[in-house]
């Protein structure tokens, strides 16, 4: 007996040795030691404590998307949040559960006629991603319409923080630091007209669309804005559009995206990750961070 069968006990949804190519926007990734979908947060602390119990680590993912996982794996408990998606309205807020797709919540806000969220629609991760990391895009940030979090800590306790407790900066917050597991958060909104809310959406996606490599795997913007430039501006004249590792690949649509153009490896993004980073470097003395999440790399 050990984790996979307590697991199965509690009746939740586990799979043994799952790729996480399946699971990660990158299309990257080998196997999950142990691959568990709770559907509600005490399944979720049921799962924590069977870890514990078995000293095995755990890691808590969303959807995948600002994800590279190594090639050969993750030797821990993988817990995926996407079947705990619950979105529903509270007066001017919306209240979803951490797996909830965020372009999801985005399209749901817009139906309500709740306007703040705009710059969501169309970023592919999930809240509870969204709020470790402050996601945003054309001038817009979790942290500008998040109020409340409900986290579970390290021991199993729930809380209701105020959106301040988190210290969110520039695609960051202290979630992780503090050993939290996002499990709902609230969005305060504004009434508008929906018409206005989808137009705006509509808009901010064609730009999408039309600035962003869409047609690929990729786990978003690879690196972070450095203070007062754009990554893609340093990359691109550093020479580095369309530089390959294997089927890791710069996009020659957005220098700040590192494409898989079908079968590239985990090894593959990292050799031209660290490419990268040495030519601009080099060039400008800037020193890019990686924006993507790493496991098991």
């Not at 030691?33 to 069977?50: C, D, G, H």
């Not at 050969?72 to 408990?77: Q, S, T, V």
């Not at 202290?174 to 989808?198: D, F, K, P, R, Y």
């Amino acid at each position: 007996m050990g984790l996979f069968e307590d697991i199965e006990r509690e009746n939740i949804d586990v799979l043994r040795d799952e790729p996480m190519k399946r699971h990660t926007s990158f299309k990257i990734g080998g196997p999950a030691k142990v691959y568990a979908r709770p559907e509600s947060v005490v399944q979720l602390k049921n799962l924590i404590t069977l870890a514990k119990r078995w000293n095995t680590e755990y890691f808590v993912t969303g959807r995948g998307t600002n994800l590279l996982v190594g090639d050969k794996g993750i030797d821990k408990l993988v817990i995926s949040t996407e079947r705990m998606a619950d979105v529903r309205r509270d007066e001017g807020r919306i209240v979803c559960s951490c797996g909830a797709g965020l372009t999801n919540v985005a399209v749901y806000a817009a139906n309500e006629g709740l306007t703040g969220l705009e710059f969501a629609y169309g970023i592919p991760g999930s809240v509870g991603g969204a709020v470790v990391m402050n996601a945003g895009a054309y001038g817009g940030q979790m942290a500008d319409v998040l109020r409340y979090v409900t986290v579970m800590d390290a021991s199993g306790e729930v809380k209701r923080l105020e959106a301040g407790a988190l210290e969110m900066g520039y695609r960051s917050s202290n979630v992780l630091s503090n050993g939290w597991t996002v499990l709902m958060a609230e969005l305060e909104l504004n009434e508008c007209s929906g018409e206005a809310i989808w137009e705006k959406m509509e808009q901010l996606m064609s730009a999408r669309r039309l600035k962003q490599p869409l047609e690929y795997p990729s786990a978003g913007s690879t690196f972070k804005r450095p203070e007062g430039d754009f990554t893609g501006r340093l990359i691109e004249e550093a020479g580095l559009k369309g530089e390959r590792v294997n089927d890791a690949c710069v996009s020659e649509k957005h220098a700040g995206f590192i494409v898989n153009l079908g079968n590239a490896k985990a090894a593959d993004v990292m050799e031209l990750i660290d490419r990268v980073c040495e030519r601009v470097y080099a060039r400008y003395g800037v020193e890019l961070e990686p924006e993507i999440k790493f496991e098991g790399i």
